[in-house]
Nanobody
Framework: QVQLVESGGGLVQAGGSLRLSCAAS????????MGWYRQAPGKQRELVAA???????NYADSVKGRFTISRDNAENTVYLQMNSLKREDTAVYYC?????????WGQGTQVTVSS
């Protein structure tokens, strides 16, 4: 079992920044990739960014150049630095941990970008 606890969401004006954190606990040795997904009202959950245990990165086209994912293996924490936020970034952001035979989700944290 892997447990994920997110923090750092909130309300920010367009053009502002937020940093999300996701702390993993439990069977962390089983994790190969950690990532952030988001789900806006009426839309499907989509990948925002992911980072493998080898440091390979993957970003959605819509956030490239604005968001940065990073991973602190010593602290078992993954971060999502979000800059130049836009109204369309408003969503519930979910942390995910993926292994060979499992996937775990955090509870989600709301990010609201106002104009």
């Amino acid at each position: 079992q892997v447990q994920l606890v997110e923090s750092g969401g909130g309300l920010v004006q367009a053009g502002g920044s937020l940093r999300l954190s996701c702390a993993a606990s439990g069977s962390i040795f089983r994790i190969s990739t950690m990532g952030w997904y988001r789900q806006a009202p009426g839309k499907q959950r989509e990948l925002v960014a992911a980072i493998s245990k080898f440091g390979n990165l993957n970003y959605a086209d819509s956030v490239k150049g604005r968001f940065t994912i990073s991973r602190d293996n010593a602290e078992n924490t993954v971060y999502l630095q979000m800059n130049s936020l836009k109204r369309e970034d408003t969503a519930v952001y979910y942390c995910a941990a993926i292994g060979d035979d499992f996937g775990s989700w955090g509870q989600g944290t709301q990010v609201t970008v106002s104009s």
